[in-house]
């Protein structure tokens, strides 16, 4: 259970109610001389929702070294008590992806907990890219491409074993992905490794239920320093043109090159229809998994700016998943991925500000100054007010973070979780 009531949530938004409507008006007579209905705003940006990953309310570490936080979550229930936390003050994340083996649980016993926090099971996700204990063969040098058919086959199985459990709680997609790749140059031929890597992803993808999608991640290296077999965009692209019309490609924000234009590459995915969804975080050098828009808030923007131009254009999916995948070292999780939800929702507010059709008119006219002009001003806009009234309106919290301050969630836990060992090291 959690101890964040509802008269918790009330009292905290009581005190701050009158000038979050002070602000929101004042925001709205601004959007209105714009011609933009505030509360149309307010009511997608209410409404849209993204998946926690269970893993992300651990404390993560780095390839050194791992120190354990405070009440971490034992299993998959304390870390759904925790993600139930996280969308009861936020309201903006309804649902949450598993790691298994990481979350084997019954079927059961997932579904009751889910439903006690009104939660729901998004895309499932396997790991094939560590040893489980009692597993016949290594991944050391691979898995779903792995030389050994026998390797291979028990990868496959895994995959399968996590539909089945998905299917049991009602989960309606699997990710996949592979830390496959090489270390040294021959260590692997590229090409029959990628063979071997298609023909184990096309059984999976057979066996997909009819209502199922299946998403592939692309990763640029690591744990594989040389190659990786799903190392971009445009590998991950022919993977889904390879499987099949179920198939799609999700990009991962930290998952690119430095500098990689990441809105252009979800705009050439939209466009051929392979675009599955995201893995939000941010990032300074590499896989850094920091929070959601933590370093670079305006490449969020462009994202989202693009999925606001497909939805005009009537060309988005409607069944975009989106996730976190953030990995927090010197935060509270809980607070961490409040806060990247939140972040989400202001990406989507501000590229809904957009004035599209002056956009087009400039870019037409080859006015790029002022094409420039008219997104700078979108993401300059404070969309908070929208923010915090549509949290209001559905009954969370004003603040957050501060309300689940004020609950004392952390201190209670920790006292019935006891702290776990610090590994070596805690990469997710
Ligand atoms: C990887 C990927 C991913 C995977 C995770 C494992 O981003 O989605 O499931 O880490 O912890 O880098
Ligand atoms: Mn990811
Ligand atoms: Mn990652």
């Known amino acids: 259970m959690n101890n964040i009531s509802d008269s918790l949530i ?4 009581e005190a701050l109610k009158a000038n979050a409507t002070t602000d929101y008006e004042a925001l709205g007579e601004r959007l209105s001389r714009r011609g933009v209905d505030i509360q149309a705003i307010t009511d997608k940006v209410a409404a849209f929702g993204v998946a926690v990953p269970s893993w ?3 404390t993560g570490g780095t390839r050194f070294a791992r120190f354990p936080g ?6 998959i229930f304390d870390k759904l008590d925790d ?14 992806s598993l790691h298994i083996p990481w979350d084997i649980a019954s079927a059961d016993d997932l579904r009751a907990k889910a439903q006690q926090h009104g939660l729901r099971f998004d895309a499932m996700n396997s790991n094939t890219f560590q040893d489980q204990q009692q597993q016949t063969y290594s991944y050391k040098f691979g898995s779903l491409s792995h030389t050994n058919a026998a390797t291979r086959q028990q990868a496959i199985e895994h995959n399968l074993a996590c539909i089945e459990l998905g299917v049991a709680i009602g989960s309606n997609a699997l990710t996949v992905w592979v830390g496959d790749g090489s270390n040294f140059p021959g260590q692997t031929n590229l090409t029959s490794q990628f063979e071997r890597y298609l023909e184990s992803a096309q059984t999976i993808y057979n066996s997909l239920p009819a209502d199922w999608r299946l998403y592939t991640e692309h990763k640029i290296y690591e744990p594989a320093f040389y190659s990786t077999v799903v190392q971009d965009w445009g590998t ?8 099949g019309d179920r198939a799609y490609c999700l990009v991962d924000l930290g998952h690119h090159a430095p500098n990689v234009n990441i809105e252009m590459i979800v705009a050439r995915l939209v466009q051929f229809q392979k675009l599955g969804g995201f ?20 490449r969020l923007f462009l994202i989202f700016n693009e999925l606001v131009d497909a939805d005009v254009r009537g060309k988005l999916d409607k069944n975009l998943a989106h996730m976190l995948d953030q990995s ?10 409040m806060q990247s939800a939140m972040e989400v929702q202001r990406a989507y507010a501000q590229a809904l500000l957009v004035d599209r059709k002056a956009l087009a008119d400039f870019q037409q006219g080859n006015d790029v100054l002022m094409a420039a002009q008219v997104l700078k001003e979108a993401f300059r806009t404070d969309v908070e007010p929208i923010l915090a009234m549509g949290r209001l309106q559905k009954g969370n919290a004003i603040n957050p973070v501060a309300a689940y301050r004020k609950s ?21």
Not at 328 to 337: A, C
Request: with cysteine; glycine share 10%.
């Open 236 to 243: 991950n692209y022919l993977i889904a043109q390879t499987l």
């Open 408 to 428: 004392g969630y952390r201190q209670h836990v920790a006292e019935q979780r006891p702290e776990v060992a610090a590994g070596s090291s805690g990469i997710v």
């Open 83 to 96: 993600c139930g936390v996280i969308n009861r003050l936020t309201g903006a994340t309804p649902s949450v």
């Open 70 to 75: 405070m009440g971490e979550p034992r299993d």
């Open 10 to 13: 009330h009292s905290e938004n």
């Open 328 to 337: 927090h070292n010197v935060t509270d999780p809980i607070e961490s991925l």
């Open 279 to 298: 893995h939000f975080n941010d990032s300074k050098y590499g896989d850094d998994d920091l929070d959601t828009a933590a370093i670079d808030p305006f």
């Open 56 to 58: 992300g309310v651990g």
